[in-house]
């Protein structure tokens, strides 16, 4: 008897993978001491978590008696703790800043962004990342001071994960400047 016939390598199926090959994520750590800036202005603005840190709530109120009167009274204008503890959403724009590494420098990018751009960015740190694509017209229109796309992105946070002190859904936050009706727009 005779050994069976060997299939022939055109007849056996053929497998292809089709995924898409997995690439091992990127991870840059950016440094710069406006993020630290940031960092303290964000704990300095919530009292109530001070002696939560390692530094104690005597270093706070250190801190905050050597800082200018201006300052002061600049943090003290926001009108809730909730929108006060909103510093971090300046981390993108410092990212987009040319010279991170001199404080100055960042503060000088910070100071020459029209209003707008740190009103966009303050509430888009209160969206949902497909929220902001999805509704990226209407950021920007209230970014750029329409009342009205104010008024349907808070529509929209009654009804969304959206964070209340960025859409000022809350009415306290609404009195702070980005959302007020009576502040002229940016």
Known sequence: MSPAPQPSRDTQP????LTVP????RIDFDVSPAYEVIA????LS???EWSTYEQGAAWFDDLRSRMSDR???EIDLLPTEECRAEWAHLAGLVAAAPRRDDIDQVIDHLASLPPAAIYRSLIESGLPHAARRQHADLVEAAASGDHA????LLA???ASTVRPCATASSTACARWPPFSRTTSPP
Request: charged share 30%; hydrophobic share 45%.
């Open 40 to 43: 303290a202005l964000q704990a």
């Open 71 to 73: 300052l002061r009274r």
């Open 14 to 17: 053929r497998v292809l993978d």
């Open 149 to 152: 796309a104010r008024d349907r």
């Open 46 to 48: 919530s009292p109530h």
């Open 22 to 25: 997995h690439r091992a994520a």
């Open 156 to 158: 929209l946070a009654g």
